[in-house]
């Protein structure tokens, strides 16, 4: 390999390739912890390295010239082999120090976690834990995790899967909210029932509405919805409405009460645990995955 070719800055084509796939300078600056005039300069300092223009100016926002767009493929494959050799530099960690990120929904963070983290902080203290709470799937692959709680079980080659547990999803209430309905015997009695929903779409009433219970649900009966699970728990206390929580998570509220048992769960949901597999020859990583899947195991 000619050495003397390679005249860029790997940060700089790193900025340059961030700002392309967030979508502007701010959103890019954002991802890499940095201000965005730092990103603005290497990435100038990018294209006078290489004698090209990679962007130009339409309106508020930025559009890749021809020679941005010619190079783009080139920098993301670079992002990729940077990504990996990352991975396998995590994963030959033989020490029982440094950062552990967990990605994990709002419920399996505040109900499930406290007591692995306060074992965790017991047996393995020099570990430092980062708990990313969130809705959205990591990708463990480009890093944003190393370890994942998830409900759907992944289908990449490259990722160690282990399943907990399977766990009923019921609704759930509080008992002056289910007083009126106690002598229901049929979801087709349910007509003015409240669900508070995920998003404002018609999934989960054709979720109920497929289970053959004989639910008919209509969008008068989800009037809220909310994609944060802590504040569906909280409606939910406030007698708003029923809420679809997991049975282990749901039990523990002594306020709730399951909503027409008879029916059976809605659904039944398992709980997987995914990892890379380049990371789980960390000892680090390895011995959180473990015991996780010690204390969440069903």
């Known amino acids: 390999m000619d050495w003397k070719t390679v ?42 390295e290489l004698g090209v223009t990679l962007f130009e100016r339409v309106g508020q926002g930025l559009k890749l010239t021809d020679a941005g ?19 396998a530099a995590s994963g030959q960690s033989q020490t029982l120090q440094g950062t552990v990120t967990i990605a994990v929904s709002e419920l399996e963070a505040v109900f499930m976690l ?37 409900s759907c079980r992944p289908t990449q080659p490259d990722l160690i899967v282990r399943k907990l547990r399977e766990d009923p999803i019921w609704l759930y209430g509080t008992a002056k909210y289910l007083a009126p309905y106690q002598g229901v015997t049929s979801a087709r009695q349910l007509n003015t029932i409240q669900i ?8 989960l009433q054709e979720l109920l509405n497929s289970t053959g219970h004989g ?20 409606l939910v206390k406030r007698h708003l409405g029923l809420g ?35 990371l789980h020859t960390s000892l680090r990583v390895r011995k959180v995955f473990d ?4 204390m969440l195991s069903g």
Do not use: Y
């Open 244 to 278: 679809l929580f997991p049975q282990p998570v749901g039990d523990q509220e002594p306020a709730f009460a399951r909503a027409f048992e008879s029916f059976g769960p809605p659904m039944v949901l398992p709980l997987w645990l995914v990892c890379h597999r380049e």
């Open 215 to 234: 639910w008919s649900l209509s969008a008068e009966n989800i009037r809220v919805a909310t994609l944060s699970q802590l504040l569906q728990w909280e």
């Open 196 to 203: 508070i929903g995920f998003e404002q779409n018609n999934r």
């Open 114 to 150: 406290p007591a692995v983290i306060e074992r965790l902080r017991s047996e393995l203290p020099g570990i430092t834990l980062n708990l990313q709470v969130s809705h959205e799937v990591a990708n463990l692959k480009q890093r944003e995790a190393d370890i994942a709680l998830r």
């Open 7 to 48: 005249n860029f800055d790997w940060n700089r084509a790193r900025a340059f390739l961030v700002t392309v796939e967030e979508g502007s300078l701010s959103a890019g600056a954002r991802a890499l912890g940095l201000t965005q005039p730092t990103l603005g300069r290497q990435v100038a300092a990018l294209e006078s």
């Open 291 to 294: 015991l996780l899947a010690e």
């Open 69 to 87: 767009l010619g190079l783009v493929a080139h920098v993301q494959a670079m992002g990729e082999a940077a990504s990996r050799l990352s991975l």
